[in-house]
């Protein structure tokens, strides 16, 4: 009986129709996990001499790829440990005209109208402006990063697909796998990776006001570590950046 019969008629069709395959619904970050441990394994199986001839490929662009990441990192640590010394309210004033003589200032009560303006501090405003100058480094490199990434090598051999995958694919916690199998090496250097204090484990922001309109970022730390400032009590600035003009706190 042809298929368009059997609407209306009271016989069963004899076949039985094969169960269909459901597909489970599979999470983002299980998927990035396993296209992760594809391009490991697809790189463990070249012998020694393809991944010499690979690595010689990739070996210039990976290196200047992983040394401007690791200059945003360098700017994000400095950037945060500046916006952890910005003062938690600065004094508010009021104008009240004074005649002949101007104008005066008062400190607010609460019993007074709104501020007009806030009393400009000369510590906060040297604050602001290094913090404004970071901000805009990391605009220059980001916009450098994503001109390295557009130049990659083709086409994509299982050395340069590893290196894509530790840092394009993410966690259950948004961490790059490139950054999950780097906290042994963390640890080895004294970082927080070391410590209980886990650091390393919270995401980095430009703006760290507005860090629910952005993702975060991840990297361990360099000397611009505020925790590792505090643990060694001493501060080396890393050449790579412009000399600090506001000092750390040490404990």
């Avoid at 662009?61 to 910005?86: D, F, N, S």
């Avoid at 400009?120 to 916009?143: F, G, N």
């Avoid at 840092?167 to 490139?178: A, F, L, S, T």
């Avoid at 600035?237 to 750390?248: E, I, M, N």
Wanted: glycine fraction near 6%; charged fraction near 30%.
């Amino acid at each position: 009986m042809p298929f368009w019969s059997w609407k209306g008629s009271k016989t069963k069709p004899t076949h039985t129709s094969k169960p269909v395959d459901r597909t489970v619904p599979v999470s983002k970050e299980t998927e990035c996990r396993e296209k992760y441990k594809y391009a490991k394994n697809r790189y463990s199986r070249l012998s020694a001499d393809e991944r010499c001839s690979y690595q010689e490929a990739v070996k210039n662009w990976a290196g200047k790829y992983t040394e401007e990441t690791a200059l945003g990192i360098l700017i994000l640590q400095r950037l945060h440990r500046l916006q952890l010394l910005r003062p938690r309210s600065s004094k508010k004033l009021h104008r009240h005209p004074r005649g002949e003589d101007g104008e005066i200032l008062t400190k607010v009560r609460d019993s007074m109208p709104p501020p007009i303006y806030v009393e400009p501090i000369q510590e906060d405003s040297c604050l602001e402006a290094e913090m404004t100058q970071l901000r805009k480094d990391y605009w220059k490199h980001q916009l450098r990063l994503q001109e390295l990434y557009r130049g990659r090598p083709h086409p994509t051999g299982p050395t340069m697909a590893l290196f894509l995958a530790g840092h394009e694919y993410r966690n259950e916690h948004g961490q790059p796998y490139d950054f999950v199998d780097s906290q042994r090496e963390c640890a080895n250097a004294g970082g927080c990776c070391a410590r209980s204090c886990g650091c390393c484990q919270k995401g980095l922001y430009a703006n760290e006001d507005k860090k629910d309109q952005t993702s975060p970022v991840y990297g361990h730390c360099t000397l611009e570590c505020v925790c590792c400032i505090r643990f060694r009590e001493c501060y080396v600035p890393d050449g790579r950046l412009s000399p600090p003009k506001t000092k750390p706190l040490l404990r």
